[in-house]
């Protein structure tokens, strides 16, 4: 069993849609979260970070983790066609800096 | 800063043949990561580096992969033999020691062994 399990999809979703990515863990150990935004062809960029359980909002984008059931979510609001991209979750523990990612999930937001 | 900085961005290869990936990271950057992002696998921890030591290459698959980095601005990631296998992007990343942890990840090297 993975690490990290993450949904590959891909989704495709209309212009303004709501969208959520989810990812799980079976390592209670992780403590800090992320998730990062890779377009075709390029590398993987930080979208949002955090590091305790709770909701982090940061414009149409906001990153909810539940430590106690291991599963951790990226929600995207009113959703745009350059929203089109593969979805990384992240993770590390505490004290290491051995960052496990998920596998990826392609969205498409449709004009 | 120009960011993370790989080279070649596309290889073509014959299995059996040597090859090298090359990696400049962003200055003041301390630590230097190597991951493998394939459709099956995702994005897979190689090796990483703090002060060009390495500290964890569990992830390196096999004796055919070898890393180096001898100095704070440049690391290789070597390949001898090549196998159909390899075939991936491979992605370099560096961080500095403080703020988020985020990684800086340059645009990868497309390699395809036949």
């Known amino acids: 069993q993975k690490e990290v399990e993450q949904d590959p999809g891909p989704l495709s979703v209309p212009e303004g849609a709501i969208v959520s990515l989810n990812c799980t863990y079976s390592?209670?150990?992780?403590?800090?979260f992320m998730w990062y935004r890779q377009y075709s062809r390029k590398g993987p960029e930080l979208l949002m970070y955090t590091y305790s359980s709770g909701n982090k909002e940061d414009g149409r984008f906001t990153a909810q983790v539940d430590k106690s059931s291991k599963y951790i979510s990226l929600f995207i609001r009113d959703s745009q066609p350059s929203d089109s991209a593969t979805y990384l979750c992240a993770m590390i523990t505490s004290g290491t800096y051995k960052y496990i990612f998920g596998t990826g999930t392609r969205l498409k937001v449709l004009a | 800063d120009a960011g993370v900085i790989q080279s070649p961005r596309h290889e073509v290869t014959e299995m059996g043949q040597e090859v090298t990936l090359r990696c400049k990271p962003i200055s003041g950057h301390d630590y230097l990561f190597w991951y493998r992002q394939t459709m099956m696998r995702g994005l897979e921890l190689l090796i990483y580096f703090n002060n060009n030591v390495p500290i964890d290459d569990s992830g390196m698959p096999e004796d055919r992969f070898s890393a180096k980095m001898p100095n704070a601005s440049f690391s290789t990631l070597k390949i001898q033999p090549s196998e159909p296998r390899d075939s991936a992007v491979y992605f370099c990343?560096?961080?500095?020691?403080?703020?988020?942890?985020?990684?800086?990840f340059g645009e990868g090297s497309r390699l395809t062994v036949l």
């Open positions: 390592n209670s150990a992780f403590q800090y």
């Open positions: 990343a560096s961080r500095g020691w403080e703020g988020t942890g985020e990684l800086f």
